[in-house]
């Protein structure tokens, strides 16, 4: 059973016990993404969550990493569109020591002035290594031509030029404006009590400044193209189109479409793009959803000979899937959406990431139960209909390696 509590600054503490294992796995879930940065310093979500490694707390960057693999655990951390999220991995009676190694990251940082230039080479060095990857860069292209210049199109690692820009000051200023207790959740789950989980956020985030963190800036589907490098062994792009918010009545209807068209491989593209002409090793299709809007998205990579077949191929494929969906490809989704919600509980991260999207999504705890009732009102006909208004949108279009594809 899921517990919530609600701290007096506004902590939101929750956690869902596992009976019968002896881990636990503990995060906590900052809406401080890439979508909430101010354009000149597009990065710093990506760049403050490395920064706080460097020391935090009293302890050194050795002594933090001591500390959590002295007991066998693991400390991670993740920065997307959306948020921000630092989480530990131990065994059951060391849950405290994970809760405290992220409170002090998140807020006693030992920023400094060395520190900060070393870790912008590291990051410019991660910029160009996905550069390189034509596989990785290629959705960032996606995001640009989908949203433009909008938060929710700039690339979460940011640029060169804004990377470098960002100072001591700006790193205080963003945990100071992203880490308020009011947007923050700190989750458990695994072996867990959800009395000493609350006992040890009271201790350890009594002094996280109260109050909520600024709404992020509504974002509009724009669609558009863009066209990288040509210098490629293969040839890759991408295909968007506006897709349905989270929370939209038609959003796991979109996601069945989806699935059906590109999501395993069972799917319609794989089978007639790998499996039938042998045109792609990769291809596929998902659906990202956000709080305020979504991205409907085909991916393939392939050889250059074989870009124009290929692409033309995929238009196909889409155009026609809608009018053509049958009751088994939709039962076949459902079945498949249902085992991976259930199946990605079976762990402690699974049951904590769960947790983490539906608080953030519903503001409240929801049951599997409740997911798995929606999954099973889906019908046909609403799957039909959300995949007709998904490719009825203006396309959003990304290629490195060939010309741009024609949207279908």
């Given amino acids: 059973m899921m517990k919530l509590t609600t701290l007096s600054n506004g902590l939101s503490v929750a956690s869902r016990e596992m009976p019968g294992i002896e881990t636990a796995a503990v995060g906590l879930y900052a809406r401080a993404g890439s979508r909430h940065e101010p354009a000149p310093l597009n990065g710093i979500a990506h760049l403050f969550e490395h920064m706080v490694f460097k020391g935090a707390g009293g302890r050194s960057a050795r002594e933090i990493s001591e500390a959590i693999e002295d007991v066998g655990g693991d400390l991670n951390a993740c920065t997307d569109r959306d948020g921000t999220n630092f989480t530990a991995s131990v065994m059951a009676e060391h849950v405290g020591l994970g809760v405290e190694l992220i409170a002090d990251m998140v807020q006693r940082p030992h920023f400094s002035e060395a520190e900060l230039e070393r870790e912008k080479d590291v990051v410019l060095q991660e910029l160009s290594e996905a550069r390189d990857t034509p596989n990785d860069i290629i959705f960032d292209e996606l995001w640009a031509a989908a949203f433009g210049d909008q938060p929710l199109g700039r690339p979460v690692l940011g640029d060169e030029t804004s990377v470098e820009r960002v100072t001591i000051a700006d790193l205080h200023d963003w945990r100071l404006d992203r880490y308020r207790a009011g947007g923050l959740t700190l989750i458990a789950a695994g072996k867990v009590s959800h009395e000493e989980l609350v006992a040890f956020a009271e201790d350890r985030f009594a002094d996280l ?6 709404a992020e800036e509504p974002a509009q589907y724009t669609g558009g193209t863009r066209v990288g490098r040509t210098s490629c062994e293969q040839a890759h792009f991408a295909l968007g189109f506006p897709g349905p918010a989270q929370l939209a009545p038609a959003y796991w209807a979109a996601r069945f479409f989806s699935d059906i068209v590109g999501g395993g491989a069972s799917s319609r593209l794989f089978q007639q793009v790998r499996e039938e002409r042998g045109l792609a090793y990769s291809v596929y299709s998902s659906l990202a959803p956000y709080s305020d809007t979504g991205l409907f998205y085909v991916y393939a990579a392939t050889a250059r000979r074989e870009s124009a077949a290929a692409a033309q191929l995929i238009e196909e494929v889409i155009a026609g899937a809608a009018a053509s969906l049958t009751d088994r490809e939709v039962e076949r989704a459902r079945t498949q959406a249902r085992a991976a919600l ?13 947790v983490a999207r539906q608080f953030f999504l519903h503001g409240r705890l929801v049951e599997p139960a409740e997911v798995v009732a929606e ?18 949108g203006p396309p959003a279009q990304a290629t490195i390696g060939f010309p741009a594809v024609r949207a279908a």
């Fill in 209 to 214: 400044p109260a109050g909520r963190m600024p």
């Fill in 342 to 354: 259930l199946m990605s509980m079976e762990s402690p991260w699974g049951q904590a990431h769960y």
């Fill in 375 to 392: 999954l099973e009102s889906v019908t046909l006909d609403d799957v039909r209909e959300a995949g007709a208004k998904m490719l009825a």
